[in-house]
């Protein structure tokens, strides 16, 4: 049995080229190497199929019984290679069938994946797109089992398996229903604390960082509900006396469509870095690294837009409010 470890590629190169031309002048020339070197091929093959493979007549060099059987598995053999590790990796978008699975919240459908299933509708038609939930806990666990390409959303702890991009930097404005509230942008601060509040809470708690902000103040607030969905929000709040903290994005894209006023926020909540994160082994797919540049842009069309600059400072608002 020959070694497999004696074995070099070129010499299934040097063989296949042979077969096609029968001369060993026109073999080299086919492969591009000197007549030397492929008579030295053939010599190695000789030994290592221990056979002639090629045997000298009048008008051509024929092949031997072994390597009339050889033939067909070689030729097979350096197909397969050429098909799936030579082939070109480029991602042809256009005529591209396959399913990509985002992990997102409903903040980040909205704000972002919206303007990424435009750009898919128009670049790629047969492309589909699968959102799935997922918190900061599960991210690592997805993206490692593969259960998504992708993860888009406020990802502040990322393991080392993972790659990851902030898209761009979010902040709080306030929502609400000018006509059912009875005051009109921008929101002024004893407005603020006057209104209940609608209140996104992952952890089912009525009070947040602007409560605390507050309390360090002097001041509070009446939160009426706290919900995990950003996106309940703006029809919660439509023809209805309250106000909430929502990402300046999905107010924007909210408010028309709920009949909402936008105002920048009458104290300083932080905001937060919204980012998207992959595995390492997808670094270099070229269907997945076509994906994060449509997310990239798609951030980056978001953070170009015009941003609401909040008060830096409470304390004077708050004693006038107090008073």
């Not at 030295?40 to 002639?52: G, M, T």
């Not at 449509?294 to 400072?313: C, D, F, H, I, W």
């Amino acid at each position: 049995m020959t070694d497999l470890r004696l074995f070099d590629l070129n010499l299934l190169i040097a063989f296949d080229a042979l077969m096609a031309e029968r001369n060993v002048t026109r073999a080299a020339g086919r492969v591009g190497i000197g007549q030397p070197a492929m008579s030295y091929a053939l010599s190695r093959l000789r030994e290592l199929f221990a056979d002639e493979l090629f045997v000298r007549t009048a008008s051509a060099m024929q092949p031997t019984t072994r390597a009339l059987e050889l033939a067909g598995p070689i030729s097979r053999i350096l197909s397969d290679i050429r098909a799936s590790v030579l082939s070109d990796r480029a991602f042809h978008p256009e005529r591209a069938e396959m399913v990509f699975r985002v992990g997102a919240s409903d903040y980040a459908e909205v704000s972002i994946l919206s303007v990424v299933l435009t750009a898919l509708r128009s670049s790629a038609p047969k492309v589909r797109l699968i959102v799935l939930p997922v918190n900061r806990d599960q991210v690592g666990t997805m993206l490692e089992s593969g259960a998504i390409d992708l993860a888009v959303g406020y990802y502040p702890d990322h393991l080392s398996a993972q790659q990851a991009e902030v898209l761009f930097h979010e902040e709080f404005v306030c929502l609400f229903d000018a006509k059912a509230c009875g005051v009109n942008p921008p929101l002024k601060l004893k407005a603020y604390l006057e209104l209940p509040h609608i209140l996104m809470s992952l952890r089912g708690e009525l009070s947040g960082s602007a409560d605390a902000l507050l309390a360090r103040e002097g001041a509070s607030r009446f939160v009426l509900m706290a919900t995990p969905h950003f996106l309940t929000i703006p029809f919660l709040l439509h023809g209805f006396r309250a106000v909430a903290a929502v990402p300046r994005r999905l107010a924007e894209n909210c408010a028309d469509v709920a009949g909402l006023a936008v105002s920048p926020m009458p104290i300083a909540i932080e905001g937060f870095d919204i980012s998207m994160v992959w595995h390492a082994r997808t670094e270099t797919d070229p269907a997945r690294r076509w994906l994060r540049d449509l997310v990239r842009v798609a951030g980056r069309s978001r953070a170009e837009a015009r941003t609401y600059r909040p008060k830096r400072r409470i304390s004077r608002g708050v004693a006038g409010a107090k008073r």
